[in-house]
């Protein structure tokens, strides 16, 4: 059974906070992929990743960084978390071509 | 304009009901089509791929007409739990990334 896992369910962090959000796939899937999703707005891509060490800005990128140092790990790092940064984050992967994608179960962050 | 554009809805219907949507899509040269189901606060599931000739699943048909850009989804003999918000989804093949819809939502009553 393919799987995403994602860190954490739940995250409340305080505003300033350096925030990680760990993703893991065991698909050996080479592409995966950051997104928020907030009410109204669908899920928007902050970030995605073709291979190890390689990374591309998506639509949403301010604010976020990424890190991929092993093909089955893609990070997500909020550098000094802000109160409208407070979503859902949903991680994703694919195996490129015509497949479809796989989502995590999703990280709900706080930042107060 | 949005690369992916759905109907948000809400479509009401009640049990036992047939309810149908589509999406379009703006790049011509898109070639894998998907409908995912999200349920509330949960991730986003893949229902069902949609191919060229359409096809079935079950209560569930997709339809693809890439004259006009837009794929369809109907859903047969409405069930409670067929209740979601379904997200049209679609990629080229040299793509790493896939566009997605913001949803059409689907409340099915008793």
């Known amino acids: 059974d393919v799987k995403v896992t994602q860190s954490s369910r739940y995250l409340v962090k305080r505003t300033g906070e350096k925030v990680f959000l760990e993703c893991v796939q065991d698909?050996?899937?080479?592409?995966m992929f950051w997104y928020r999703q907030d009410p109204g707005l669908g899920l928007r891509l902050i970030y995605f990743?073709?291979?190890?060490?390689?990374?591309e800005k998506g639509d949403i990128p301010e604010g976020y960084s990424v890190s991929r140092e092993k093909k089955e790990r893609f990070s997500l790092i909020l550098e000094s978390a802000s109160t409208n940064q407070t979503s859902m984050y949903l991680c994703?992967?694919?195996?490129?071509?015509?497949?479809?994608?796989?989502f995590g179960p999703g990280t709900r962050l706080t930042v107060l | 304009r949005k690369e992916v554009e759905q109907d948000p809805g809400p479509f009401n219907v009640p049990e036992g009901a047939t309810v149908a949507f589509n999406c379009t899509y703006s790049n011509s040269a898109s070639q894998s089509f998907f409908w995912y189901r999200q349920d509330c606060r949960k991730e986003p599931k893949l229902l069902m791929s949609v191919y060229s000739s359409g096809n079935e699943d079950g209560r569930f048909t997709a339809q693809l007409n890439r004259a006009s850009q837009y794929i369809s989804l109907l859903i047969r003999d409405s069930k409670l739990s067929d209740s979601a918000t379904y997200l049209c989804v679609v990629g080229g093949s040299n793509d790493y990334k896939l566009s997605f819809g913001a949803g059409t939502t689907v409340t099915v009553r008793a």
């Open positions: 990743s073709y291979d190890v060490k390689m990374k």
């Open positions: 698909m050996d899937h080479e592409n």
């Open positions: 994703a992967s694919r195996r490129g071509g015509l497949a479809e994608q796989f």
